[in-house]
């Protein structure tokens, strides 16, 4: 019997700690609940009157160890100190609010600014979590901060009688910053400078910071070019060390030298570049060898003969990962005494390359390739249009060589194409500068014939490379995978095709494909489609955003949208540090080296991927300001454009001739009160019933540029004359359009 009793105390025990975990658990899912003794009774299985009592001893206990609170007459919720604390990131909105990210949680925990505890952007930070919606969003409060970002930030200073205030540029730091007008009493008036935040007292209405840089005078152009870069944490100059290392380099070419390699200063070699390039690092060879049978060469400037691994130089490069191009002016990823000297292949010169050679019938077949280090000698230097007009007329120095090139170049792209390839041609913005950098107009770079001859023989490099890196054949012929560096491109999502999908049927346009190159054959109909329409820009961008997006990696997945099995980056080694890592594999895997180890590229890779995009959207920040620039002195001006964007807020137009976007805010709209209907994808005006959605021509004038922002306001003007009449007209074709594809379906 007494053995049955303790039994029995057991059982009891374990159900009594099972139903103080359940309860505990409870109170920490729902932190910003308050529960009776009933509701946490039946909720840990402990409805009756013995479960009532046992939960009520359970309370008692946690109460007494300080867990939890009595807030109310028998409600009960967690202490502060026992509420959920997360670490994590703040990422500072506009308005001051900030969102903490959490490694593992699912959602990002909300913190109004008035709880934010004067966390700033970057900032590590422990928070409190207080709330919980019923659709699971977090709402919390930063108890504290852990450790200050180490970001920059670009702002205006304005100096008064006994301090500096300086106003961020960004969007993410919506306080000014003090800074010590005695500590800097160099600062002027209107001076951009670099800060970086050191300490916010809590009362303090401003951070305090410490000066980094001043860049000049707002406005200037260098100041302005060198702002961007500093917004994005891209370095503007080299430091005195890097110089001094590029400096210290041996630019001889021996003998010994030239005899180590393949050489190539016999054979007609040129260069084709835009016409402002001062860097040339790729260079093409041609060379009949019987009818029908041709010589190519894809020569590369051989960087990595003069950047060694882990070198002071190397090491710089690994850091910024790539060149930026930004309007008026590239940023290299190597000192100039590399990228316009000893790596650039300027003509009349002999020059150290690594060569793709490839030998070819009319049909494309390669008969034999080989890679190796070479020697070459440049007869010429082409531009595009210099290259161009060789093409189109027949006539000019090396035509038969250029002719033949881009009858090959032609064939290969037909082939490129045919086996799937997806056609993204989208206009390239340029500026036409004065002496000072300020646009005196806007153009667009049209890719010719001379381009895509470029282009196709250095993605035949690339794709080749990629091949012969990527294994080894074994004793008895099977392909062994060897460690390659890649640049992948994955297949569209379902989701994002899907949005795409949804998006073109509004202005007609079915799109059926789901899998496979399907959907590439498809996009380049619809692209050959809509070229010259008013929905092309519109259409092609999105399509572009519903696309995975490319990048570095050892682990291949294919390039989806060039159709290539295997691919990687090796003909712009000056530019792009992956680059020089695919030199360094080739020619270890040449000499008969094994596989190398594959976790120290993977994070390179990684690297480059994430300084790409970085630099990709400083160049993207230094267009949107020579546009907003250039429409300065637009200001009051009308256009014609039409609609590229909606949002609840706004409309974006796209002007006709310049392809400058702007935003007319909705409230901004003369005549009427708008409204975004998402579910049909247009503005309605509210009393007249007048609708507004993608494509439709519309009448602008440009009301507000805002530089600092590098933003620009316009507003829509609709008479009721022949602006209202194109709308209908367009809307009428739109709708014909809409109508005809459904009866196709």
């Known amino acids: 019997m007494k053995k049955a009793n303790k039994k029995q105390r057991s059982v009891r025990g374990k159900h009594k700690t099972e139903r103080s975990g359940v309860i505990l658990n409870l109170f920490r899912e729902f932190p910003n609940n308050k529960f009776s003794l009933k509701q946490l009774a039946a909720a840990s299985g402990g409805a009756t009157k013995e479960g009532r009592h046992e939960t009520m001893t359970i309370l008692d206990r946690l109460f007494d160890e300080g867990v939890i609170e009595e807030c109310s007459r028998g409600k009960y919720r967690l202490t502060r100190r026992h509420l959920p604390h997360h670490e994590g990131i703040a990422n500072m909105t506009a308005s001051g609010a900030i969102y903490v990210q959490v490694d593992g949680l699912g959602n990002d925990i909300f913190v109004n600014q008035r709880n934010a505890a004067n966390a700033l952007d970057g900032d590590h930070v422990e928070v409190v979590v207080m709330h919980r919606s019923r659709n699971g969003e977090l709402e919390g409060e930063i108890s504290r901060v852990i450790e200050r970002s180490h970001k920059t930030y670009v702002g205006i200073a304005e100096v008064g009688a006994h301090q500096i205030f300086v106003r961020p540029d960004s ?242 792209r037909r082939q490129r194409f045919k086996n799937g390839a997806v056609s993204f041609e989208r206009e390239e913005v340029k500026f036409q500068l004065d002496e000072t950098g300020k646009p005196l107009g806007v153009f667009f770079k049209e890719q010719k014939e001379s381009n895509q001859m470029i282009e196709e023989f250095m993605l035949l490099a690339n794709r080749r490379v990629a091949e012969f890196c990527g294994h080894r054949k074994n004793e008895k012929g099977r392909n062994i995978p060897r460690t390659m560096v890649y640049r992948v491109h994955d297949t569209p999502s379902d989701e994002k095709l899907d ?91 040449l000499e008969g080296g094994r596989s190398v180890e594959k976790e120290p ?33 637009h200001l009051g001006e009308e256009f014609d454009g039409h609609i590229s964007g909606l949002t609840e807020w706004g409309v974006y137009v796209e002007l006709e001739e310049t392809h400058i976007e702007g935003m007319s805010f909705l409230r901004d709209i003369e005549g009427d009160f ?72």
């Open 171 to 412: 969007r993410k730091m919506p306080m000014d910053i003090y800074l010590s007008k005695r500590t800097y009493p160099e600062i002027k008036d209107g001076e951009k400078v670099i800060v970086r935040i050191t300490d916010w007292i809590l009362g303090s209405k401003s951070p305090t910071g410490e000066l980094v840089d001043i860049l000049g005078m707002a406005g200037n152009n260098d100041t302005e070019m060198h702002a961007i870069l500093a917004e994005y944490e891209l370095p503007y100059r080299f430091e005195p060390v890097i110089e001094e290392a590029a400096a210290t380099i041996d630019d001889r070419i021996t003998a010994k030298e030239i005899a180590r390699r393949r050489d190539f200063r016999n054979t007609v070699t040129f260069t084709v570049d835009p016409a402002d390039a001062k860097d040339f690092d790729d260079a093409l060879s041609v060379r009949k060898l019987r009818d029908g049978i041709w010589e190519i060469g894809v020569h590369i400037a051989d960087v990595t003969h003069y950047v060694h691994p882990h070198s002071t130089i190397d090491n710089e490069a690994v850091e910024r990962g790539t060149s930026v191009y930004l309007v008026d002016r590239t940023v290299p990823m190597l000192p100039e005494r590399l990228s316009n000297e000893l790596c650039s292949l300027r003509p009349n010169e002999t020059s150290l390359c690594f060569s793709a050679v490839f030998t070819l019938n009319e049909n494309l077949d390669i008969l034999d390739e080989w890679f190796g280090r070479t020697v070459i000698y440049s007869n010429r230097r082409f531009t595009y249009a210099e290259a161009q007009e060789i093409i189109e007329t027949g006539r000019g120095d090396y035509a038969e060589e250029v002719l033949t090139l881009n009858r090959l170049a032609q064939e290969l």
């Open 674 to 745: 708008y409204s975004f209907d998402e579910t049909n994808y247009e503005i309605i005006g509210h009393a007249t019933g007048r609708r507004m959605t993608l494509g439709d021509p519309v009448r602008v004038r440009i009301k507000h540029a805002d530089l600092r922002k590098r933003q620009l306001d316009f507003e829509i003007l609709l008479p009721e004359g022949v602006a209202t009449q194109q709308l209908a007209e367009q809307r009428n074709s739109i709708n014909v359009r809409h109508s005809n594809s459904r009866k196709s379906r």
């Open 601 to 633: 590229l993977e994070a390179l890779c990684a690297r480059a991927s994430e300084r790409e995009i970085i630099a990709a959207e400083a160049e993207r920040a230094s267009i949107k300001y020579k546009m907003v620039e250039f429409m300065q002195e």
């Open 499 to 589: 949005r795409f999908r949804q998006f073109i049927l509004r202005f007609g346009h079915v799109f059926k494909a789901s899998k496979g190159r399907a959907i590439a054959r498809e996009l380049n109909k619809l692209f050959e489609k809509i070229k010259g329409s008013t929905e092309e820009n519109a259409v092609t961008t999105m399509a572009v955003r519903s696309m995975a997006k490319a990048f570095y990696t050892t682990d291949n997945i294919g390039h989806y949208g060039l159709a290539f099995p295997s691919y990687t980056h090796f003909t712009s080694p000056i530019r792009r540090y992956p680059d020089m890592m695919v030199h360094r594999l080739l020619a270890h895997y």
